[in-house]
């Protein structure tokens, strides 16, 4: 299967407090899993992305783990602000032969930061 | 430098009606693809391409056809609209190389929104 399942669906987080989104995928040959952030009536746009080769990246108050064993990756927001309410999204690239590679999203996790 | 640019970005047609949306990216991109979004759900993959004169179905493919004769455009027709296809449709580019398995960041247009009545 090529399936990116994303929980929770929701998340509702006080400002200044943590926020986690993880996501599962099944092919074990992914070797990419970037995060995309979507606020309400945009375009879905990059915020962080690992490759296969790290276990955990972070650029300022967002951090993204992966465990390749486990086939989990997690995208971490700390000291949340009511800029980060929007809908994430992560996904993770399934190559199909001779089809070259395609990019499965999960499902999204819609943040609400309250003030 | 535009990016990715969608035409158009609002359009209704009527159940049995055809039309064509077009995407145009200026980024020299070899992968383009075509999404759906609807409301409260994530985006589902209709076409891909990863390359001039090649296209391959994605997850939800039934109704729509599609054609890249030019590297930088990526044209999604429907045939015959039906109402279920009222949605949001994105298009997005990014480099990649299948030789290395390189993936790229994936630059999305700003959206078509399409009711079909």
């Known amino acids: 299967g090529e399936n990116v399942e994303q929980h929770p669906s929701t998340l509702s987080v006080q400002e200044g407090d943590s926020a986690v989104i993880k996501c599962t995928y099944s092919d074990s040959a992914s070797n990419y899993f970037p995060w995309y952030k979507q606020e309400l009536g945009k375009r879905p746009q990059l915020i962080i992305d690992i490759r296969s080769n790290v276990g955990e990246k972070k650029d300022q108050r967002i951090a993204v783990t992966l465990n390749k064993t486990a086939k989990h990756f997690s995208l971490h927001i700390t000291e949340t602000q009511p800029e980060d309410s929007a809908v994430y999204f992560c996904a993770a690239p399934v190559q199909v032969k001779a089809a070259g590679n395609k990019l499965t999203f999960g499902g999204g996790t819609r943040v609400l930061v309250k003030p | 430098n535009a990016g990715v640019t969608q035409t158009p970005k609002f359009r209704v047609l009527k159940t049995g009606q055809s039309m064509t949306l077009l995407c145009a990216q200026d980024m020299n991109h070899e992968y383009m693809y075509w999404y759906r979004q609807d409301p409260g759900m994530g985006l589902r993959l209709i076409h891909y391409?990863?390359?001039?004169?090649?296209?391959a179905k994605g997850e939800v493919p039934d109704g729509y056809n599609v054609s890249r004769l030019k590297k930088q455009n990526f044209l999604l027709g429907l045939e015959s609209a039906a109402p279920s296809q009222t949605s949001v449709y994105f298009c997005?580019?990014?480099?990649?190389?299948?030789?290395?398995?390189?993936?790229?960041?994936?630059?999305f247009g700003e959206g078509s929104r399409l009711t079909v009545l």
């Open positions: 391409s990863v390359g001039e004169g090649t296209t």
């Open positions: 997005a580019s990014t480099s990649s190389n299948l030789g290395t398995g390189f993936f790229g960041e994936l630059f």
